[in-house]
């Protein structure tokens, strides 16, 4: 996966990218195959916001969180991503089933007797 990071007035530390990491591997693996991830880390004045979106063919799955530490909406908005994966994969898995009709076929009868008599 291609991550690609960005900071807006906001300088990105490894600590940061280690843990945007660590939560894309494992949205990774649920998603089977997910091409890119951008994280966005943006600070005004006393609120830090973190954007993340993840790419996987023509899906996408995006989350903003936002806190007073950036490291606490960093990782819930991997949380809201993370649940995003887990619903797209039910929901691709899951498909629509029906009961297949039941075809009305006469039953033999078990006596062996005809059912018309003469």
């Known amino acids: 996966m291609i ?20 939560g894309l591997k494992a949205i990774e693996k ?14 005004d004045k006393y ?20 806190s007073v530490e950036m490291m606490s909406a960093l990782r819930d908005a991997l949380a809201k991503i993370e649940q995003q994966a887990v619903r797209q994969r039910q929901k691709a898995t899951k498909g629509i089933r ?3 009709p039941v075809e009305k076929e006469m039953s033999p009868d078990v006596s062996g007797a005809s059912a018309v008599t003469a």
């Open 3 to 22: 991550i690609e990071y960005t900071g807006r007035q906001f300088v990105v530390t490894q600590k940061y990218k280690d843990q945007a990491t660590a």
């Open 98 to 100: 029906r009961p297949r």
């Open 30 to 43: 649920i998603v089977n195959g997910a091409t890119s991830g951008k994280v966005i880390l943006t600070a």
């Open 47 to 66: 609120r830090k916001i973190a954007d993340v979106a993840v790419k996987q063919g023509s899906q996408s799955m995006v989350a903003t969180c936002e």
